[in-house]
Antibody, heavy 126, light 107 residues
């Protein structure tokens, strides 16, 4: 059974840092691209960042570019999001999501983000 | 970035109703569109990808159609467990973008 479990959320001050983790199990982690998606309280979904299976392709939303860094450790079946220079507007539940695309290219017969974690809450406040 | 516009943003319906949600892309995205269902306090759940392909395990009362810029999600016979918020997502190009959501409430 595919499982994604996020951790590392919590309260941070504006300008501070947090590191989120996503532990994957039940599938060959090294074969899949991954994403971070966030949802501010009472709001819709916002894509944050993408990393391909080999880490060769990485994308960021303009809202986090230069402040957040996505990475992965295929040996540990883990995905990470290093968040720095945090702002109030970064307050959200952060989800990791599996992506069947390959380096941003849609694989025929697949699409969308097929598995999501339960989310971890990041609250930025002084 | 490609803008995704969903309509309506919310509506009320009754169990057994046929409901349709629309999603419009600001530019053509072929069939690179997915639909998700999200219930309060839960992660989104993939319902449909490639505009019309049902994800494994999703009930057949859900269907999707469209290509290019205009897409629809239809629930043929609304069940109690279908009251939720629905999002469309384009994955034609990064940044992937989501629609604003459509909340389906009980009438």
């Amino acid at each position: 059974e595919v499982e994604l479990v996020e951790s590392g959320g919590g309260l941070a001050q504006p300008g501070g840092s947090l590191r989120l983790s996503c532990a994957a199990s039940g599938f060959t982690f090294s074969s899949y691209s991954m994403n971070w998606v966030r949802q501010a309280p009472g709001k819709g979904l916002e894509w944050v960042s993408y990393i391909s299976s080999s880490s060769s392709t990485i994308y960021y939303a303009d809202s986090v570019k230069g402040r957040f860094t996505i990475s992965r450790d295929n040996a540990r079946n883990s995905l990470y999001l290093q968040m720095s220079s945090l702002r109030d507007e970064d307050t959200a539940v952060y989800y990791c999501a599996r992506d069947p695309s390959d380096a941003g290219i849609v694989v025929p017969g697949t699409g969308g983000f097929d598995y999501w974690g339960q989310g971890t809450l990041v609250a930025v406040s002084s | 970035a490609i803008r995704m516009t969903q309509s309506p943003s919310s509506f009320s319906a009754s169990t057994g109703d046929r409901v349709t949600i629309t999603c419009r892309a600001s530019q053509g995205i072929s069939s690179y569109l997915a639909w998700y269902q999200q219930k309060p306090g839960k992660a989104p759940n993939l319902l449909i990808y490639a505009a019309s392909t049902l994800q494994s395990g999703v009930p057949s009362r859900f269907s999707g159609s469209g290509s290019g810029t205009d897409f629809t999600l239809t629930i043929s016979c609304l069940q109690s467990e279908d009251f939720a918020t629905y999002y469309c997502q384009q994955y034609d190009s990064y940044p992937v973008t989501f629609g604003g959501g459509t909340k389906v409430e009980i009438k």
